[in-house]
């Protein structure tokens, strides 16, 4: 019930194109939703978050949907560029815990 | 402001030993938490530490334990090192106990276990 499932594993977009990430979960307890951008030799830092009390939360080219309903929520990112060539995870946390629940990542390559 | 910064960045050791890893949080943040990223998969929780006390630990075994000084740094501590134990630890830092904020995050020592 504490996991996070995330897809897909990996992405190809050409630049200019929308990227698309999601991720799925269990545990209704739930309402904190991250999404983290890690580059290669690097740690990761966080991107965008949203609550579930929002069904949407945009920042710049970067998009979080979120389905209560279905336990769901994605990531878009807009206008993909080459620089967006990352790894990305989604996470989620439980009200007063202390873990960040992390999906298995989305390598996301941008072609120029 | 200076970031979350880990040591060593890389390691190797055999099956069997002992290995100490240590973090230096954020400016300002009193919170510690580890997490153990192996390759191709999201990081995993290992434990958090605050005020100097383990403060919620993930589905890892006694032989992962860790420390955290009054300055707020932490050494996380590996015995008996397995083969699985091969991975990337990350050290993050937050400004509050369990507070739902940003976690920042170093980037990270890269054990291998031969």
């Known amino acids: 019930q504490q996991q996070v499932k995330q897809s897909p594993q990996s992405l190809i977009v050409q630049k200019g194109g929308i990227s698309i990430i999601n991720c799925a979960y269990e545990n209704t307890a739930f309402d904190y939703f991250p999404w983290y951008q890690q580059f290669p030799g690097k740690g990761p830092a966080l991107l965008i978050a949203?609550?579930?009390?929002?069904s949407e939360k945009k920042e710049g080219r970067f998009t979080i949907s979120f389905n209560k309903s279905a336990k769901q929520f994605s990531l878009h990112i807009m206008d993909s560029q080459p620089g967006d060539s990352a790894t990305y995870f989604c996470?989620?946390?439980?009200?007063?815990?202390?873990?960040?629940?992390f999906g298995q990542g989305t390598r996301l390559t941008i072609n120029p | 402001e200076t970031g979350v910064t880990q040591s060593p960045t890389h390691l190797i050791k055999t099956r069997g030993q002992q290995v100490t890893l240590r973090c230096s949080s954020q400016?300002?943040?009193?919170?510690v938490s580890w997490y153990q990223q192996a390759l191709g998969q999201g990081p995993q929780f290992i434990f958090q530490?605050?005020?100097?006390?383990?403060?919620g630990r993930g589905n890892f075994p006694p032989r992962f334990s860790g420390l955290q000084f009054p300055n707020y740094s932490s050494e996380l501590n590996v015995n008996a090192l397995e083969l699985d134990d091969s991975a990337l630890y990350l050290c993050?830092?937050?400004?509050?106990?369990?507070?739902?904020?940003?976690?920042?995050f170093g980037e990270g020592s890269r054990l291998t276990v031969l």
């Open positions: 996470a989620a946390r439980s009200q007063g815990a202390q873990k960040l629940v």
């Open positions: 993050a830092s937050s400004p509050g106990q369990g507070s739902i904020g940003e976690l920042f």
């Open positions: 530490y605050y005020r100097e006390e383990e403060n």
């Open positions: 949203i609550r579930p009390d929002v």
């Open positions: 400016s300002g943040h009193n919170t």
